[in-house]
Structure formats: C-alpha cells, structure tokens
C-alpha cells in the first residue's frame, strides 16, 4: 500500500481528510549503499582518473552520484559485498536511474559541481585538507589491509590518489524530493533533477482548499446520490462546475467501467463521444449546447475528476490519456486500484507523457 | 504457434496503413474468434474527441454488439478470442484485454510512450492469470509506421512548448 503525505489543514470545516498520494519511495529515508572511496591529493589528476574510472569501472547503479565530491573523495567501486556489486542488482537500477541521471562523465564535463554543493549541510566545500573531518559523519571505515589490494581497480594509474582507500555508505537511489536531496548530499555528492507536481504536492499546506475545496466535495457528493455501484464527475477548473458525470455500467458492457464513460461524456460536451448516455447521468447543458466554443481546448486537459473509488490500471490510464490535472478519489481498492493501492503507484511511473496529480478523500470516522 | 499468426498480422498491418493516409495513429487491430474475424479495430480519438478510443477498444465495442446481434454470452466470445495489433498496447488497452480474459495478444512494436505489455508499466504482473502475449511480431514495419506518422503533425494536439520556442527562433531568423 502506497504511503501518503498528509498535509491536511485542520481549519476545513467540512470534516474531510484530503491528502496528496505519493509512492512510499518520496518519504522515506536515502537508502544507501557501502562503496569504496579514495581521496584526489593531486587535484591536476582529478580530471584523468575520473575518466579511467569510468572506462576500468563504471557503476551503473550509482549514475546519480558525481564521481568525485568537491572535498576531493572519489567513489572507486561499489564495496566487494554491496548488492549490486558486479552487475547482480545493478542491471535493473541502471535502466531506472539511466534515463535521468546524467553519467558521472557528464557531469564533469558539466562543471556541475558547484550547482549541488550549494546546501549549508553539505560538508566542507574546499581541500583535501578538510575532507578528514567529513569521514566521521560519513562513517567511513578503513578497510582491511587484506583487501586494500583489490580497492583498487587493476590498470588503475593512481598517481594524485592518496592510496588509501576506505569503505563510505553512498546513496544508493537518485533523490526523488528536495528533502532527499539534502540528506543525500551529505553523504555523496549528488545529482538532482526536481519535479514540479512532486514539490508541489509535498509543499506545507499544499492539498486542495477553499472554493476548489466545495466543488470537489459537492462533485463528490453528487457521485454518490446517483447510488451507482461507482460513479465519477468532471469539474470545470474555473468555477468548479459540473462537466459531467458519469456511473458504472460494467455489468452491461465490460468497458465502461465510470472513468471510461465519464471521458466519453466529456468528449460529448466536445461534439464526439460514441457510447449514449445512461439517465442517471449528467453533460453540462451550456457546453454541450455551445459545442467546441466555450470548451477547454482538448480532451480532459486540466480538468479535475472526482471519484467515489479509486481507479483501476484502464481508467487511470484513460484519464492520463485524457490529460485530466487531477483525480480525487474517495474509497481505495485494494484489489485493483493503481494510484493508491499499488506500489509504485501508476501517476509515479516514468516515461508516462502526463502526469496526474492524486488525492485520496477521506472522512475520517468513515462517516459519510 | 498459431499457423495463421502472420496472417492475421498482415491484415492488422493493412488497416494500420490505411490509418496513416486518414490521418490518425497508424495502429491497426483485428480480433480472431473461432478462426473468424469478429472486429477489425482502428484507432478513432480524433474523430471522436475521445482519447480512450484506441484501436483495441473499438474493437472490443463491435464483438460486444456482435455479440447482442448474435445473442451470444460476450464473456465466452472474448474467452476464445485472439487480438492481434501492431503496436503494443498501451496500460489502459492492456487491462482491459486482460480484465476480459482475452485468449492471446500478439503485438508488433513497443510502445515507448504508453505500453502496458512492459514498456511503461508490466499490467500482466496485475493479474493472475494473465493473458499469453506474443511481441515483437514485424516489428521494424509497425515502428516504420509511427515514426511516418508522428514525422507528420496531428492538429488536434496541444503544440508542445519546445516546439512553439523553435518556432519563434525560425520566425525571427
């Protein structure tokens, strides 16, 4: 089950719980991994070891940490018994991490260090010199005399290293929130590519509020009166208006699971539409009547959806295709539903074109 | 192995490229019953303003009414029913194959932007009984035919920011 992040403002009168869904992954701690590191004393060799590193070495499954941090630590490899060493776990985070994480190699070329280590917390910035300090917070341990030998990578020229090589705990995942972020570059320098909808939905008093507030709640509530096995309602982002609503009609037509016909009545109030709509529910009269002239420019685009349940993979895929802003469901499905209930939940998943923003409402006494 | 595999392909293919000089998302779809095509599927969001209307579901729409037609029960229809599409189908596509119990899907190309087959999201790993899937069948010819496609423009998309910024430096050039 995935975690949410409350953010609730307790001043809402109306008695509902209304909280931002995230994957688990956006509030826990930085999970980390022990890797071998060494120190640059030379720094002219910074340059040249890091690119034989990358060529002897690479560590797929660390892509979002700078090869060396501004204090002069260098990460050599991935520590002899850290899962993922030599490939077994590495082959799988490689593929997640590759697409937004820059290689260290460009990052170098990137000069970015200087863009990460902005954060007061993150550790002394200049020298070697201080780099001394940085290991006790780090908990780094000298490794065994036995295995210094294998530290370091065969081939490796390690002139301008200090030639000590020590066993540090590194991030082991790209930071997904600012919070992450900071934790993780006290650890290991860091990339960090932030999301706007995440930040946003794990922003103090982020949540929905005020007139957005009452119409959510009054869509809600009208999905409900309908007595439908489920229903689901489109509102006008402007002056929270009814676009339309829609039941579930699953037993007559496998498809039309509420979600399906709810896109299906919005395409009506937009001249197209295939399936008819059923009696119980409602098309906004003055956009279906003024047909394509007052209506929002394609499809669902920054509409929100209300929902009595949560939706499953079809009708949370359709309402990623119809670019709805945001849906807000009532009751999790444990069985089925895949923004809430499955981990990591589907508006997360990367490579998808459109993001949707999820809230989960909620009485809390399950009052109604 | 099916014998009539790359048959039944062949005539997804054909509709996929029909598609294409329409003006909508080359994917073409046919679902096979009982060694019959029951619905022949093409992708009609444009045309309907409706973006769930993938080739898939259209085609689910026309077995379900041959099934009202021929008073059959849909549920065992689409038990002994094999799809067969050019492009891999996306998340909401593949869930409801698989919530209808399809007998096999066999697909030609992957679908970077929405597969459901694995691509974006593994919707099979959902159920337990997912439906047997076949991928990969001519899949150099399926992907030719969306590169063609989204080479040319659909004017019914949001232009996209970086495209309207391109623009205005061509405009000022």
Known sequence: MSDTTSYDAANESDGWHIEAVLGPEYSEPVRTVDAVVDVVVDRRHTSRLVQDLQRLCPIPSLRHLKRVCPDGRILIQLATDSPGHEGSDSEKNSSRTSKCSPSPQECKNKRSFSETVTDSDSGPQDGPTSSEQLYSTSKSVLLDEQKNERALPRGLDASGLRGRPERCAVPASPPLTRAQFTHAQRLWSCNFHPSRAVEAALAPGAGVHGARRAALLAALRACYRTSAKSAAAAVHPHDGSLVALAVDARDEHPLQHAAMRLVDLVARTQCGGVWTPLPKEEIKESVSNACGKDSLPYLCTGLDVVMTHEPCAMCAMALTHARARCVFFSEDNSNCGVLYSLSPPLQTLPGLNHRLQVFHAYLPEGKR | ?173
């Open chain 2, 1 to 173: 192995m099916d014998s009539k595999l790359e048959e039944w392909m062949e005539k997804a293919f054909e509709l996929a490229s029909k598609e294409l000089e329409l003006g909508e998302v080359p994917v073409g779809c046919v679902f096979v019953y009982d060694n019959k095509i029951t619905a022949e599927g093409r992708n009609s969001v444009n045309e309907t303003r409706n973006p769930t209307r993938h080739a898939e579901i259209n085609c689910i729409d026309q077995v379900m009414e041959w099934c009202r037609e021929t008073k059959r029960d849909w549920r065992s229809v689409f038990s002994k029913t094999r799809v067969y599409v050019t492009v891999e189908p996306c998340v909401m596509c593949a869930a409801a194959l698989h919530n209808l119990k399809i007998e096999q899907i066999v697909y030609g190309c992957h679908n970077d932007r929405f597969g459901g087959c694995g691509t974006v999201m593994d919707v099979a790993s959902l159920y337990e009984n997912p439906v047997p899937t076949i991928s990969g069948v001519q899949e150099k010819r399926a992907m030719k035919l969306l590169q063609q496609f989204y080479d040319g423009i659909n004017p019914n998309a949001p232009q996209p920011k970086v495209k309207k910024r391109k623009r205005k430096e061509q405009e000022t050039e």
